[in-house]
């Protein structure tokens, strides 16, 4: 069946496994429990194609056409997509763990808990924390994919996120941060300073303007993105602090004092080569499930 128009064909159930549909026009066609074992769709046109749940691996899908595609829960292990157009596709649930995508343009695909473990995203487009001004590559946002898998766990990463407060627009104060932070929980931190270094934190825990104190969180990491480096957190009962005098702040010592300017290792490695810093930007951004 290569190169056949079969757009917007009814074939749910159908049994396509082995058959060649290369370079087939499956435009809006619908393929719920279709079995495609062994079947070729190298070059498909398979755009907003509800594939979701379909045993997919082992299929040759290089050069596709999966744009606005649901591949919600599909399996892919095997699966070769090599060259294929992943733009707007809905990828929830799926395990792309050790896959090779880089390169591949993800703008608006909904990664929500699926395993990125391991992949390799080099160059990939993968717009997470859209309209920041700390975080501005693709490179950045997949470095901080795969550290937030391997502290939280695979699968946990949030597709959606929201800016919480802006230094430079909101108030580069602590009253400002609290306002727009306090209760907040699964933040980053940015951090970027003066020659241009980014770096921050992750913390589970929700932040707290009350009294002097520290909340533990065994998941909380910090990160230097210039020089692609993270340090997990070894004393997780030190993990953050919370007081109304102060931004955010992660460490006993304190490890990464945002405001104040200052790190100092302590509860995690040493995430800076410098005792000091002068922040011209910083960012809190929190998950959409946070607000």
Known sequence: LSGVDLSKRDMRGFDLSKVNLSGANLRGALLAKASLSGAVLHGADLSGVDLSKLD????????????????????????????????????????????????????????????????????????????????????????????????????????????LWRGTTDGMTPQAFHDRCDGKANTFTFVRDKNNNVFGGFTCAPWSGGGSSYTTDSCAFLFNLTQGKVERVNQANNAVYGYYDHGPIFGGGFDLNVLGGSATPSSFGQIVSFGSFTAVEVEVWGTNATQ
């Open 56 to 163: 997919l691996s082992g299929i040759d899908m290089s050069n596709a056409n999966l744009s606005g595609a649901n591949l919600a829960g599909c399996l892919f292990s095997g699966t070769t997509l090599t060259g294929a157009s992943l733009k707007g596709t809905n990828m929830t649930g799926v395990d792309l763990s050790k896959r090779d995508l880089r390169g591949f343009d993800l703008t608006g695909v909904n990664l929500t808990g699926a395993n990125l473990s391991g992949a390799n995203v080099t160059g990939a487009i993968v717009n997470v924390f859209i309209g920041s001004t700390a975080v501005t590559t693709a490179e950045q946002g997949a470095a901080l994919i795969q550290w937030h898998s391997q502290s939280v766990g695979p699968g946990k990463f949030p597709a959606s996120w929201k800016l």
